[in-house]
């Protein structure tokens, strides 16, 4: 092998070392990043199964505070600030979401929640009622509340899931019914 050859040899493993090692570089940096992705997802993800504990404590799980209305929660989580979702410590993530859920729960107090409110409308009939009907009258009743289509019917939904209504179906119709307290309720 002659010395030219040698050094041609020697000059393509350093081009090559070096890249890869640029490659190398670069992919650590694509790891870095995706790690701090992650690590403020887990804090997020973190925040909610602790708010779902403290929720769950509930006497009675149908009393969580109801959700605000009038902005849906994805826009909500695109209007926060990037770093909200950083760790923080430990009394400092506790002591403000505690104080806000008391807050909150308190301002609500004072309005019943929509399922109660759609259970004594279905009360006032003997034959089941569309989701329909059941909003219009709950506009109607309670000028106040402004739930859209599908909170009434994901409300009813869920009703029927906890069993206190009972769904029918006619054709491709859907009418809902109370379900009477001694468990009489036949169809």
């Known amino acids: 092998m002659t010395s030219q050859s040698a050094a041609t040899l020697?000059?393509?493993?350093?081009a090559q070392a070096a890249s890869d090692l640029e490659e190398n570089r670069r992919r650590q940096q694509e790891l870095a990043e995706r790690i701090n992705v992650l690590k403020q997802e887990e804090a997020l993800l973190s925040d909610i199964?602790?708010?779902a504990e403290r929720y769950a404590s509930f006497?009675?799980?149908?009393r969580v505070p109801e959700q605000s209305q009038?902005?849906?929660?994805?826009a909500k989580a695109?209007?926060?600030p990037a770093g909200t979702t950083a760790r923080r410590s430990?009394?400092?993530?506790?002591a403000p979401a505690t104080k806000t859920a008391?807050?909150?729960?308190?301002?609500k107090s004072h309005q019943p929640l929509l399922g109660d409110l759609l259970a004594e409308l279905l009360g006032q009939y003997k034959e089941p009622r569309p989701a329909?009907?059941?909003?219009?009258?709950?506009?109607?009743?309670h000028p106040d509340r402004s739930p859209t289509p599908q909170v009434v019917r994901n409300t009813l939904e869920s009703l029927v899931a906890k069993g206190r209504i009972r769904r029918h179906k006619q054709q491709r119709s859907v009418m809902y019914t109370l379900v009477k307290q001694g468990g009489t309720d036949t169809d």
Do not use: C, I
């Open 78 to 80: 695109k209007r926060a």
């Open 102 to 107: 008391k807050d909150g729960a308190k301002a």
């Open 10 to 14: 020697r000059s393509r493993y350093v």
């Open 90 to 94: 430990a009394s400092a993530k506790s």
């Open 132 to 141: 329909k009907e059941l909003r219009d009258e709950l506009l109607a009743k």
């Open 59 to 62: 006497a009675d799980a149908s």
């Open 70 to 74: 009038d902005e849906p929660p994805v």
């Open 49 to 51: 199964l602790n708010l």
